[in-house]
């Protein structure tokens, strides 16, 4: 059985790795929202600091993290 770890990261740095994650990627709220599957008001919220992404977006924005280092 494999237990994997979620990322532990404090609210605020939450959002800003998320704002920096997307125009990392060079993508509006609109078009990383599609990417992850959620609206984006949602991840305006997540930017802002009102919300913070579930677990399920959590893995998903930890996979394009991954494709991220992986072209470095």
Excluded: H
């Amino acid at each position: 059985m494999i237990i994997k770890k979620t990322l532990a990261i404090n609210q605020p740095e939450v959002g800003q790795l998320i704002r920096d994650l997307r125009l990392a990627f060079g993508l509006t709220q609109e078009q990383f929202a599609a990417t992850l599957g959620v609206t984006f008001t949602t991840i305006n919220r997540w930017e802002n600091g009102r919300s913070k992404p579930s677990p399920l977006a959590m893995g998903r924005i930890e996979e394009m993290l991954k494709k991220m280092a992986d072209k470095e």
